[in-house]
T-cell receptor
Framework: NAGVTQTPKFQVLKTGQSMTLQCAQDMNHNSMYWYRQDPGMGLRLIYYSASEGTTDKGEVPNGYNVSRLNKREFSLRLESAAPSQTSVYFC???????????????FGSGTQLSVL | GESVGLHLPTLSVQEGDNSIINCAYSNSASDYFIWYKQESGKGPQFIIDIRSNMDKRQGQRVTVLLNKTVKHLSLQIAATQPGDSAVYFCAENIQGGGNKLTFGTGTQLKVEL
């Protein structure tokens, strides 16, 4: 059982380049999330999708866009990368939304992104 | 905005001792709390959770205590083992705010042999 799978695991970008981080979950969860983790700051929510077809901003959405492609997949796009977006990005899913109320998040293994 | 904070950034314990990791929260509307363990280079892994209608919950070697009066949460690890070395995060969910966990900054637990 793979759980939450993120690709790529590592990425180096130049300022201004664009890229998409991919995330897929095989647990049939309703909700999916993107967090970033910076040293000393814990995890901060970028965007989330409470259910297929919906997306909402989190705490730090500027500079990012997301797409809930289907129930399994939730991608994060950086249109014009900036050094401030150097971070570790985690995708997560939970069985929350609609009739489900399980708040527990299951995380992927992360993508380490460096923007030069 | 509201935030979840931790009292100690680093905690060192001897193997076999009990560990206590503390967490303070400031939002009285939070109704769900959860602890995660993160090993180096990996994603956070669920340890234990507790709802605001409970004061204590036990798992395997772990216990979470919730004191709503002083807005304090703690994670107790019994008989700490080298494999427990990791960063531990607490997180809270605000009632009615959707499922958007707010994380603390983490505590590094180091187990000394």
């Amino acid at each position: 059982n793979a759980g939450v799978t993120q690709t790529p695991k590592f990425q180096v970008l130049k300022t201004g380049q664009s890229m998409t981080l991919q995330c897929a979950q095989d647990m049939n969860h309703n909700s999916m999330y993107w967090y970033r983790q910076d040293p000393g700051m814990g995890l901060r929510l970028i965007y989330y999708s409470a259910s297929e077809g919906t997306t909402d901003k989190g705490e730090v959405p500027n500079g990012y866009n997301v797409s809930r492609l289907n129930k399994r997949e939730f991608s994060l796009r950086l249109e014009s990368a900036a050094p401030s977006q150097t971070s570790v990005y985690f995708c997560a899913s939970s069985d929350w939304g609609q009739a489900a109320t399980n708040e527990k998040l299951f995380f992927g293994s992360g993508t380490q992104l460096s923007v030069l | 905005g509201e935030s979840v904070g931790l009292h100690l950034p680093t905690l060192s314990v001897q193997e076999g001792d009990n560990s206590i990791i503390n967490c303070a929260y400031s939002n009285s509307a939070s109704d769900y709390f959860i602890w995660y363990k993160q090993e180096s280079g990996k994603g956070p892994q669920f340890i234990i959770d507790i709802r605001s209608n409970m004061d204590k919950r036990q798992g395997q070697r772990v216990t979470v205590l919730l004191n709503k009066t002083v807005k304090h949460l703690s994670l107790q690890i019994a008989a700490t083992q080298p494999g427990d070395s990791a960063v531990y995060f607490c997180a809270e969910n605000i009632q009615g705010g959707g499922n958007k966990l707010t994380f603390g900054t983490g505590t590094q637990l180091k187990v000394e042999l």
